[in-house]
């Protein structure tokens, strides 16, 4: 039998309070740790919603926890004093809405 989210949304506060910490970690030295322990606890918490009903925006988040930890943990550089993160460059050769002969503006 599936259990209700109002059962299992205690533990909820965890996941999170262990992800923002790790989110927010400014010491490049704790960082590491405080991402796998967030992602042990986003796990988890993704486990136990398994037997859960009603919880998709709950698991959503769960998802997109984890992916911002792994992205954080990738933007991470042991060797290096600061955490680096990626610069993604900015293209122009797709024409913006003003620029578009649908708008009059010749390209």
């Not at 698991?59 to 610069?87: E, M, V």
Request: proline content about 5%; aromatic content about 6%; glycine content about 4%.
């Amino acid at each position: 039998m599936k259990q209700t989210t109002s059962s299992t949304k205690g533990s909820g506060a965890h996941w999170r309070d262990l992800y923002l910490t790790a989110l927010f970690e400014t010491d490049k030295n704790k960082l590491v740790e405080r991402i796998a322990v967030a992602q042990v606890a986003v796990a988890a918490r993704k486990r136990e919603l398994l037997n859960s009903e009603n919880c998709d925006q709950e698991s959503r988040a769960l998802d997109n926890a984890a992916f911002a930890l792994q992205a954080l943990l990738g933007c991470y550089s042991p060797g290096s004093a600061t955490i680096s993160l990626p610069i993604v460059p900015v293209t122009t050769s797709s024409p913006t809405r003003a620029q578009s002969p649908q708008y009059g503006v010749k390209l």
